[in-house]
């Protein structure tokens, strides 16, 4: 019988039910079958992940990767607990709550540009894994200083981690990123000649925009304001001793 997804999560707990479906022992662990999906994920994209190609990734049949993992909705559950688990938990130390947010939030920044089919989990099943739990009450205590309540200190987590994944998704490169900044030097004057005096407030903006990063837009920069107004957002909530 297959294992429920929760004993597949914390299949190296003590607590876990050992065995599993009847016949001779695998050649290839549970673990061993995330791994590799993780691996082929980073190499290709979660779209390449499938049942198929791990059986032949790990040398096993179909039907055993089914023994591993029940199936692809599972083992995704299981590709990003693993990757959470694995992930830079910087140290809080004393540092102020801002600090400690702005390392938050760089952490995971960093963890979706090296792992970007994260972007494509969104299965809420994971928080029942012990590597989500253990990033979570991490995450979590960076906000200790503020000084909020459960409810609140949850909703200000999830503002930040909602914030960068928003900015994870901007920096996904487009086919056609590299040409950006050459098109941007070469079309600016021409795009003037057609716009004319239409749109001046856009014109202008964009005009000052385009000269200071010599492109439409940056994700570096807007990642920095929107960081900012992230942490101007979350003092509101601070306690005047806190």
């Not at 707990?13 to 082929?40: E, F, I, M, N, Y």
């Not at 906000?143 to 909020?148: E, T």
């Not at 000649?193 to 010599?214: C, F, I, K, T, W």
């Amino acid at each position: 019988m297959p294992r429920e997804l929760i004993d597949l999560l914390w299949r190296d707990h003590p607590a876990a039910p050992q065995g599993g479906a009847r016949g001779p022992r695998s050649r290839v662990t549970t673990s061993a079958v995330v791994d590799a999906a993780c691996t082929l994920a980073d190499a290709e994209g979660l779209a390449a992940v499938s049942v198929r190609r791990l059986g032949e990734a790990l040398g096993i049949s179909t039907m055993s990767v089914y023994t591993h993992v029940n199936g692809r909705d599972d083992l995704l559950v299981l590709m990003a607990d693993t990757t959470y688990a694995r992930m830079a938990r910087p140290d809080h130390g004393a540092a102020g709550w801002r600090d400690r947010v702005r390392r938050v939030a760089g952490a995971n920044l960093a963890l979706l540009l090296e792992h970007p089919w994260l972007l494509e989990i969104d299965d809420e099943r994971t928080a029942f894994g012990p590597g989500t739990i253990a990033r979570y009450d991490h995450e979590l205590h960076a906000l200790d200083p503020l000084g909020l309540d459960d409810v609140a200190r949850d909703a200000a987590l999830t503002f930040v981690l909602d914030f960068v994944r928003g900015a994870a998704r901007a920096r996904r490169r487009a086919p056609q990123a590299d040409e950006m900044p050459q098109a941007w030097a070469r079309w600016a004057g021409r795009l003037a000649e057609y716009l004319g005096d239409a749109h001046p407030l856009a014109q202008r903006v964009g005009s000052a925009a385009g000269e200071a990063m010599n492109a439409p837009s940056s994700p570096a920069h807007a990642w920095e304001f929107g960081l900012a107004r992230v942490l101007d957002a979350l003092g509101a909530l601070e306690e005047p001793d806190a």
